[in-house]
Nanobody, 115 residues
Framework: QVQLVESGGGLVQPGGSLRLSCAAS????????MGWYRQAPGKQRELGAG???????NYADSVKGRATISRDNAKNTVYLQMNSLKPEDTAVYYC?????????WGQGTQVTVSS
């Protein structure tokens, strides 16, 4: 079992930045592929960024160039740095861990981009 707790969401003005954090419990974190998903009102949940256990990353086109995903295995934490935020980035952001065909989710953190 992996438990995930997100933090760092909030209200930010367009053009601003946020760093989301996801703290994971358990000893399997370093073996887990991690991802940040987001779900806007009325839309399906979508992958924003992912990072493998080895540190390879991938990004959705919608955030590419503005987002950076990283992980600190010593702290069991994955981060998502988001810059140049746009109103369309408004969503609930969820942390995901994938391990041995199982998927684990955090409770989500709200990001609202508005002036």
């Amino acid at each position: 079992q992996v438990q995930l707790v997100e933090s760092g969401g909030g209200l930010v003005q367009p053009g601003g930045s946020l760093r989301l954090s996801c703290a994971a419990s358990g000893s399997a974190f370093s073996f887990s592929a991690m991802g940040w998903y987001r779900q806007a009102p009325g839309k399906q949940r979508e992958l924003g960024a992912g990072i493998t256990p080895g540190g390879s990353t991938n990004y959705a086109d919608s955030v590419k160039g503005r987002a950076t995903i990283s992980r600190d295995n010593a702290k069991n934490t994955v981060y998502l740095q988001m810059n140049s935020l746009k109103p369309e980035d408004t969503a609930v952001y969820y942390c995901n861990a994938a391990l041995a065909s199982q998927a684990f989710w955090g409770q989500g953190t709200q990001v609202t981009v508005s002036s």
